[in-house]
């Protein structure tokens, strides 16, 4: 039999439903108000977004499915160990990034207010997930994913991406130094 899993409080389910709903509309607003203000260009920025918040998820998912050590039979999701490769070591929340790039993408493409307004909201129920995935790790895995937290920022790519090139640096030796 598998782990025990904690089920979510009652909070965090209305929570999460409130997030596909919203997620929801903001696709059907979408169909319904696409290029609403006939603003090309943006439509073709938008797209791009949509690619690379794709692509983003698709790596992010496969590093962890990979790396995350799950029993046979459990899904990707349930991991033993803290995922540090691939994409989480310049990112820890790769695949929220994703869902931000494309609910944000999702505004654009309609660039009607009401999917504003439900982008941020949902935006914002992403954002109070991350922290509550933290509060998770952190009680799964304790000062190994604290470290991890210490090393690797949340969602600033750049950052992480500056951080990995140091660490990768100071692991090899300084050989860059004149």
């Known amino acids: 039999m598998g782990s025990q899993r904690r089920k979510p409080p009652p909070k965090d389910m209305i929570l999460m439903s409130i997030e596909a709903l919203a ?56 991991t033993r ?17 994703s869902f931000l790039l494309i ?18 909201i949902l935006m914002g129920l992403l954002y109070n997930d991350m922290g509550r995935e933290e509060k998770n790790s952190i009680e799964k895995f304790g000062d190994d994913y604290r470290g991890y937290m210490q090393q690797v920022p949340r969602m600033n790519f750049v950052v992480g991406a500056i951080r990995l090139f140091r660490r990768r640096r100071e692991n090899e030796g300084d050989r860059w130094s004149l």
């Open 23 to 78: 997620f929801v509309a903001q696709v059907v607003l979408c169909i319904l108000f696409y290029n609403h203000l006939g603003l090309n260009w943006l439509l073709y920025l938008c797209w791009a977004i949509v690619l690379v918040a794709v692509v983003l998820g698709w790596r992010a998912r496969v590093a962890f499915q990979t790396k995350g050590e799950t029993r046979a039979g459990e899904s990707w999701l349930h």
């Open 81 to 97: 160990t803290v995922v540090t490769g691939g994409l989480y070591a310049v990112l820890r929340h790769p695949m929220y990034l």
């Open 103 to 120: 609910s944000l993408a999702l505004v654009c493409l309609s660039q009607h207010w009401l999917n504003a307004v439900l982008g941020a």
